[in-house]
């Protein structure tokens, strides 16, 4: 990913109300495109993790910075719940920012088609943080994570 994408993303950060950067809100914009490698784990294959890029697109922001607490990883336990809990609650703010529960465009079955599909690629996102392939990848990082 180049500078200029990361700068995109850290635009659109700026208008997603509840959005909380952590750590990786003081980090340079050089030290996140170091850190990002997108949606999936390093040991995947580019061309999966590409596929699953272009289908979490609107959740980069959220994935940037659970990337970036992966490369700073200490390994513990805790701080690996506070970066999965993290990317939970960005996620979150994401589809409240563009689509919210509460607005006239309920009323459209399109959009509550369009907010389901979101909601619940939101919900295997989360999901996929949470089991021991992440928690054995956080361990990893621990190895090789720079001090943050």
Known sequence: MTLLE???????????PG?????????SVERLRRAYN???????PESIRDKLDDLTRMFAPSVLVHD??????????????????RLHRNNKAIVS???????????????????TKV???????NTFTCDALTAQAWKEASKNGEDC
């Open 119 to 125: 909601v619940a690629l939101m919900v295997a996102l």
């Open 68 to 85: 970036f607490e992966f490369d700073c990883s200490d390994g513990s336990d805790e701080k690996m719940h506070d970066a999965n809990e």
């Open 97 to 115: 920012h563009y689509y919210p529960l509460f607005t006239w465009r309920m009323l459209r079955p399109s959009y509550r088609l369009q907010r």
């Open 38 to 44: 997108g949606c999936g784990p390093e040991r995947w």
């Open 19 to 27: 959005f909380d950067m952590g750590a990786a809100g003081a980090a």
């Open 6 to 16: 990361i700068s995109e993303i850290l635009e659109q950060i700026k208008d997603i």
